[in-house]
T-cell receptor, first 116, second 114 residues
Framework: DAGITQSPRYKITETGRQVTLMCHQTWSHSYMFWYRQDLGHGLRLIYYSAAADITDKGEVPDGYVVSRSKTENFPLTLESATRSQTSVYFC???????????????FGPGTRLLVL | DAKTTQPPSMDCAEGRAANLPCNHSTISGNEYVYWYRQIHSQGPQYIIHGLKNNETNEMASLIITEDRKSSTLILPHATLRDTAVYYCIVRALSSGGGADGLTFGKGTHLIIQP
């Protein structure tokens, strides 16, 4: 049972380059989320998706693009990376539906991104 | 989502019960209490949730006071691997059966001592 996986786990890139972080879940959860975690800010929501082809902005979406052509995948793209996007990125999923169980989120292991 | 207050850090001896408090005095009747934890360098991990009754699962127990203004997460026999930051989150269900992003505060850094 793979659960939710992220790749790459570590990435070093340069300012201005395009970077794509991958997220894959095997539970067929409807909802998927991207967060970033920085010292002093905790986790902040970047984008989320309610289903394939449905995405919406979170708290800090600027500089990021997402897509969701398949339920199980939710890639996050930094179109032109900046130093301020150096962070740890976490993907999460939830099955949604009625009740609190559906809103429990399950997180991946994270991707550590360094933008030079 | 209601505001929560947690102590910044706590120590507990290995093998003893770890009791982590959370104050949420402004909680509304439809808001649930969720607990997550984050072990160093890993993603947050769901632990347990409850509305007003006490809850127990294989990881922990959740005790919610009768007025629901505070709760305690109990790890019955703490191990070194339980050293982590523990987050108490209070939130209502999303409208329309959807799911909103979680808001994590600073949490409690629990250190299990050998």
């Amino acid at each position: 049972d793979a659960g939710i996986t992220q790749s790459p786990r570590y990435k070093i890139t340069e300012t201005g380059r395009q970077v794509t972080l991958m997220c894959h879940q095997t539970w067929s959860h409807s909802y998927m989320f991207w967060y970033r975690q920085d010292l002093g800010h905790g986790l902040r929501l970047i984008y989320y998706s309610a289903a394939a082809d449905i995405t919406d902005k979170g708290e800090v979406p600027d500089g990021y693009v997402v897509s969701r052509s398949k339920t199980e995948n939710f890639p996050l793209t930094l179109e032109s990376a900046t130093r301020s996007q150096t962070s740890v990125y976490f993907c999460a999923s939830s099955e949604a539906g009625d009740g609190p169980n559906g809103e429990t989120q399950y997180f991946g292991p994270g991707t550590r991104l360094l933008v030079l | 989502d209601a505001k929560t207050t947690q102590p910044p850090s706590m120590d507990c001896a290995e093998g003893r019960a770890a009791n982590l408090p959370c104050n949420h005095s402004t909680i509304s009747g439809n808001e649930y209490v969720y607990w997550y934890r984050q072990i160093h360098s890993q993603g947050p991990q769901y632990i347990i949730h409850g509305l007003k009754n006490n809850e127990t699962n294989e990881m922990a127990s959740l005790i919610i006071t009768e007025d629901r203004k505070s709760s305690t997460l109990i790890l019955p026999h703490a191990t070194l691997r339980d050293t982590a930051v523990y987050y108490c989150i209070v939130r209502a269900l999303s409208s329309g059966g959807g799911a909103d992003g979680l808001t994590f505060g600073k949490g409690t850094h629990l250190i299990i001592q050998p």
